[in-house]
C-alpha cells in the first residue's frame, strides 16, 4: 500500500508505555501511598469483654482507609498471633488479649510507635 508507514516500538518502549497506563489507572504510585497511609494512620487497641472471652479490637482512624488494606493486615496479624479474628469497617478484631503484641507488629508492619494508642481497661460488652 503507497503512503502506509508502518511504526514499529521496541520491547522496552513497549513496557514504559503499558507500565504508565497501569498507573494512570490504577492511581499512580500505590506502594509509596500505603506507606505514608501507614505513617499517617491513628490506630487505637483495646481490649472487650463478650461474655466469656477477650477481644482485641484495633481501630483505624485514617483519612484514607482503603489504601491501609486492612484485610491484608488482619490477615498478617491473625496469622503471626496464631489466633483468629475478623474485620469489621474499619476495625480488626482479634481472639484473645494481644495489646502488646499487636503493637510491637504493626510497628513491623510500618505503622508509627507514636501512633498506635493502647487503652489498658477492659470494657464489658
Not at 489504601?67 to 474499619?90: F, M, Q
Not at 480488626?92 to 504493626?106: A, C, P, S, T
Amino acid at each position: 500500500m503507497p503512503g502506509l508507514v508502518l511504526w514499529s516500538m521496541s520491547g522496552e518502549d513497549q513496557g514504559d508505555i503499558v507500565d504508565e497506563l497501569l498507573s494512570s489507572v490504577l492511581g499512580g504510585e500505590s506502594g509509596n501511598e500505603a506507606e505514608i497511609a501507614k505513617e499517617q494512620a491513628l490506630v487505637r487497641v483495646r481490649v472487650e469483654r463478650r461474655k466469656r472471652h477477650l477481644v482485641t479490637v484495633i481501630e483505624f482512624d485514617s483519612s484514607d482507609v482503603k489504601s491501609l488494606d486492612i484485610n491484608g493486615i488482619a490477615k498478617e496479624l491473625k496469622r503471626r498471633l496464631a489466633a483468629g479474628g475478623t474485620v469489621r469497617e474499619n476495625s480488626i478484631e482479634v481472639q484473645g488479649d494481644q495489646r502488646q503484641r499487636v503493637k510491637k507488629l504493626l510497628v513491623e508492619m510500618g505503622f508509627r510507635e507514636e501512633n498506635i494508642l493502647i487503652d489498658e481497661t477492659i470494657v464489658e460488652t
